[in-house]
């Protein structure tokens, strides 16, 4: 006897792309499928899948370049899945749209898989979904997963946390490597890439950088920056030879292990807060809550024990006495 | 055998303003002491007082205006207690710097408290914070609360579901009231003031507002527009008036039962889910997270068990079948 969600979960794994479709909307959505969907993969399904973060500024070129990368990587014959995270249509919805549009070179291919992860502005959903979709689709057996993003706000903290290797994108002009620099870019970018280096200025903005990446404490991975004329696919190879050679520093220096200590870390916290708040809202509503509220507005209880009644605690008196 | 909580609520009970300066800090800061000392208030303490808020853009004249209405509330001979909601430094500092400054036109008069709230940003603290300093107010006997706030952002929302009557703050100028309705002011206010009204364009912008006012469908309450030039302290008698006619229609239609029935029910809400937060944080550091977290990142634990471990829930496995 197998239920629906286990049967999502088998079918995911014999390589069925719809079947995989609907795993990734169920964990995205979260609650009781979602974690009965987790309970049913293999705990180490997000283990066999190499993980990169591919952000920068809208504009940078970041799409064409991530298909740029699917089109090198499939060359070598391993299944790519590219997850798009769309962070609310209202500053990049064109872009992403355009993004689609792009991607569709990889229409036709039965090794790619692509799919669009809107973040509907909650951040926290985001930090749980990328993990949990993570873990989909290396158990579908995707040996690479990209995530691409737009690099704005605080989302591309969330899915570096993601990464096992981040690459930021940035293109020629002048104060853009200092633009990636304000924007907190610098301290989670494994690999810099220059895109559209044919334009004016490619050198100095690489200068800019390797100068701001150089500051401080001497590290055992230094990034490298990587130009780049995505449009032209020139030094995309270049962009995956880096991305290869972090992946074998995380293992050589044993880093590999905390980054997905890191991400399970990110992940569990996420579900638990999750959890919590979805007993919030069970607790503030309903029968019970209206006769305590009652009881609140009239003057007969005061808010601390009320919530001690909700949350079916003690009575707070005896935190009083700690006071 | 009193705690020291019980203590500070007995002194500010008697009058005491150092204590109830400590007792604010208190409640403010939320956890355990915060309900502690909410046991130990009063449960009607927040009944008795009379809250006002006072919201606008920057540059309005709020904080001159509400010293002008503190001036004519302390010739009635009631004391009057000022909450002063600083959104964090960077876009109102100079102004809140400002503010205080104004305010020391009171600061020999003993029948005036004024406190300045910080909200660091967290809406959350600031929709638990005010609630609770209301009460903490009117277990100090004061009859007037009047909570000041820079209307950017959802601030003056938390506030306007505290306060018992809201003032919206504008100047003259084409487009004031229009912005004021981008910002949703128009919705939360029940009194609407035109300050720096001996400039020009106060009479357009008193019609704009009542046009937009107007439409819809008929009212019990019609938002009254009030003209002020506070720096002048022209007009504050016809404000206060106009709070005073609003507190009266409350009263009478019995909104006033049903906006602190409100006014409770976003506090009590608050508390439950700062307290299921501060659980979140517990579970989430410590051995017990160490533990789980090391098996969840060696791959032999899944998340969905590894969280109802930590949540002391049953397997997962059991949702399962549900789904």
Redesign the interface.
Known sequence: MT????ALVLATERGDRAALAQLLTIVESGG?????????????AS?SAAVVGITGAPGVGKSTLTSGVVAHLRRGGEPVAVIAVDPSSEFSGGAMLGDRVRMQDHDTDGGVFVRSMATRGELGGLSRAAP?AV?VLGAAGYPWVIIETVGVGQVEVAVAQTADTTVVVVTPGWGDAVQASKAGLLEIGDIFVVNKADRTGAEQTSRDLQEMLGGGSPRAWVPPVVHTVATERAGIAELCDAVVEHRRYLDRSGEL?ER??RR??H???A???E???R??DE??RGAT?DR???R??A??????????E??GEG???R?????
Chains 1, 2 share one sequence.
């Open positions: 239920s629906p969600v286990a009781a499928r979602a974690r009965a969907a987790l309970a049913a993969l293999a705990p180490a283990e949990h873990r292990a997905r200590r399970v870390q992940e569990l916290r579900i638990v807060v959890q919590l708040a007993r919030a607790l503030c809550f305590v509220l009652t609140l507005a003057g007969t209880l005061d808010p601390s024990t009320a919530a001690s909700l949350l009575s707070p008196a935190v009083d006495r700690e006071g």
